[in-house]
């Protein structure tokens, strides 16, 4: 099995820019500075995990935009989807697991409904 792949610079950035933007409650634009991250993770087998996360990250920033619209009932679905890969940041092996466990511990503290 091939090692996960190295963060390169640009999904560092991705994920230092989207802890900012959520920070500042601007969640939609929290899902937009990740999706070409998770589409380049996706494509790799070797770093399912990755895209994994990432999707979860995102499912998360689009939840927490939705219930700021007032969609509760949609943002718990969304929610579902982050939930259920978040647990995958405890066997990740990358680079990156710093920056997914400060954004998973940023997007549970940002949550505004409940389920």
Not at 25 to 51: C, I, Q, T, Y
Not at 74 to 92: D, N
């Amino acid at each position: 099995m091939n090692p996960p792949l190295k963060p390169n610079s640009k999904v560092c950035e991705a994920l230092e820019r989207f802890l900012i933007v959520v920070e500042n409650e601007d969640f939609v634009e929290g899902h937009e500075v990740l999706e070409p991250s998770w589409h380049a993770f996706k494509k790799l087998p070797e770093s399912l995990n990755d895209a994994l996360i990432l999707k979860g990250l995102i499912n998360g920033a689009t939840a927490l935009a939705l219930a700021k619209k007032g969609k509760t009932e949609g943002a718990k679905r969304v929610w579902a989807t982050f939930e259920k890969y978040a647990p995958l940041i405890e066997f990740s092996a990358s680079e990156l697991t710093p920056y997914y466990h400060q954004a998973c511990r940023l997007l549970q503290h940002k949550k505004c409904f409940h389920m």
